[in-house]
T-cell receptor
Framework: QKEVEQDPGPLSVPEGAIVSLNCTYS??????FMWYRQYSRKGPELLMY????GNKEDGRFTAQVDKSSKYISLFIRDSQPSDSATYLC?????????????FGEGTQLTVNP | DGGITQSPKYLFRKEGQNVTLSCEQN?????MYWYRQDPGQGLRLIYY???????QKGDIAEGYSVSREKKESFPLTVTSAQKNPTAFYLC????????????FGDGTRLSIL
């Protein structure tokens, strides 16, 4: 079983929809949670970073962490065609070897105009 | 502008040939990483380095080699022993520490002729 599970999609939504992307994990030592956005033929770029449980909001994006359920989410409000990309969750903790991150498989999102 | 530069963007390898992928960063980061990305498999760690002249194997190091002679540079060699080298290769760097996000280059796509 993978340490981090993420539904690969693809997910297709109309412009303006609220998008919910999710990851579950099994390692209770994970404390630092990240979301990356990756456009086609490009490298991932850091979108959101959260520590421990709670919510963090940045413009149209909200990251949510529920450590008790080992579940993290990324919400995109008023989705735009420019949000079409693959979204990767990543996480680490104090027991993580070196500075390694554990990544989900990525969810491919398409926002249709 | 600070960032990570990967070159070339596209690379072709003949059977039995070694090829080297370049990764340079000017972010003054101590840690650097190489990942392989295949459809449906997310990011898989090949090698990582936390300090000059030292590096560790990741999850799929067989058929690959690296060096870290300078802080700014972490080249990856795909050897002829890697039987399935066709993939998208991503280099990343970060500040040392369990809570540090990684920053990525825009990748090199390697194909077999």
């Amino acid at each position: 079983q993978k340490e981090v599970e993420q539904d690969p999609g693809p997910l297709s939504v109309p412009e303006g929809a609220i998008v919910s992307l999710n990851c579950t994990y099994s390692n209770s030592a994970f404390q630092y949670f990240m979301w990356y956005r990756q456009y086609s033929r490009k490298g991932p770029e850091l979108l959101m970073y959260t520590y421990s449980s709670g919510n963090k909001e940045d413009g149209r994006f909200t990251a949510q962490v529920d450590k008790s359920s080992k579940y993290i989410s990324l919400f995109i409000r008023d989705s735009q065609p420019s949000d079409s990309a693959t979204y990767l969750c990543a996480m680490s903790g104090r027991e993580t070897s070196g500075s390694r991150l554990t990544f989900g498989e990525g969810t491919q999102l398409t926002v249709n105009p | 502008d600070g960032g990570i530069t990967q070159s070339p963007k596209y690379l072709f390898r003949k059977e039995g040939q070694n090829v080297t992928l370049s990764c340079e960063q000017n972010l003054n980061h101590d840690a650097m990483y190489w990942y392989r990305q295949d459809p449906g498999q997310g990011l898989r760690l090949i090698y990582y380095s936390q300090i000059v002249n030292d590096f560790q194997k990741g999850d799929i190091a067989e058929g690959y080699s690296v060096s870290r002679e300078k802080k700014e540079s972490f080249p990856l060699t795909v050897t002829s022993a890697q039987k399935n080298p066709t993939a998208f290769y991503l280099c990343a760097s970060s500040i040392l520490g369990h809570n540090q996000p990684q920053h990525f280059g825009d990748g090199t796509r390697l194909s077999i002729l």
